[in-house]
């Protein structure tokens, strides 16, 4: 029962994420070590990996997705400042509890600076 359970929330939790949606960097920022410039920005969770892609531009990122205790009111970017460029460390994703946390980045919320998205 309990496996079926965890099975049931553990698919919710897919569901909640494997939609794509839009983000806006509003400065040139990081991911993956590549420099992605200012811009409307698609992504798409599968697993543990985001791709966040441009036209035909696109990078890939581990990503671990975590549960908050609030649904977040809109899509935001956390990022910190790395070697003078601004590193994305988090992506908060409207109307869910879901948080991307991006490879070597903490699951705690960060401080940092945000660029809001569009859901």
């Known amino acids: 029962m ?8 553990l698919l919710a939790l897919s569901a909640a994420v494997a ?6 960097l509003y ?4 991911v993956a070590g590549k420099s992605l410039p200012a811009g409307d920005y698609k992504v798409a969770v599968h697993g543990d990996t985001a ?3 441009h036209g035909k531009d696109k990078v890939e990122s581990p990503v671990k997705v975590v549960e908050s205790d609030r649904k977040f ?3 935001t970017v956390k990022c910190d400042t790395e070697n003078g460029r601004n590193a994305v460390q988090e992506i908060q994703v409207s109307g869910t509890k ?3 946390v991006f490879e070597g980045a903490e699951a705690p919320m960060a401080g940092g600076e945000s660029a ?3 859901p």
């Open 98 to 100: 879901t948080r991307l």
């Open 2 to 9: 309990k496996t079926r359970l965890l099975g049931l929330a």
């Open 116 to 118: 809001h998205a569009t």
């Open 51 to 53: 791709i966040i892609s």
């Open 27 to 30: 400065q040139p920022a990081v």
């Open 73 to 75: 009111s809109s899509t």
């Open 19 to 24: 939609k794509d949606f839009t983000i806006t």
